[in-house]
């Protein structure tokens, strides 16, 4: 069974940065996908970022591209999602989720995801 852990999300002043990890592990195939997803309050889940593992395909929704950016370290089973310029209004929590696929993220089939992690972008 597949098994997700996050970390790196915190508290940033709005224009700062970070850097979100997802560790993977349990995938019995490198048919997979990993992505990103986050959740504000009183908000529908919205997609963010998808990596497939099989060769390295990367998405980004249309409201994050060119801001957001996701990338792996095979070596280390981990996907990354680096947010620079962060505003206000992606203060959320950050999921990732394996599934697939990475093709179309609006309709990314989520089958395991991790806890989450907070991230706060406020001055």
């Known amino acids: 069974q597949a098994q997700l852990v996050e970390s790196g999300g915190g508290l940033v002043p709005p224009g700062g940065s970070l850097t979100l990890s997802c560790v993977a592990s349990g995938f019995t195939s490198d048919y997979y996908a990993i992505a990103w997803f986050r959740q504000a309050p009183g908000k529908e889940r919205e997609p963010v970022s998808c990596?497939?593992?099989?060769?390295?395909?990367?998405t980004v929704a249309d409201s994050m591209k060119g801001r957001f950016s996701i990338s792996r370290d095979k070596a280390k089973n981990t996907v990354y999602l680096q947010m620079p310029s962060l505003k206000p209004e992606d203060t959320a929590v950050y999921h990732c989720?394996?599934?697939?696929?990475?093709?179309?993220?609006?309709?990314?089939?989520?089958?395991?995801w991790g806890q989450g992690v907070q991230v706060n972008v406020s001055s």
């Open positions: 990596l497939s593992n099989f060769d390295g395909f990367t």
């Open positions: 989720a394996s599934g697939g696929p990475c093709s179309n993220i609006l309709t990314f089939r989520y089958e395991s």
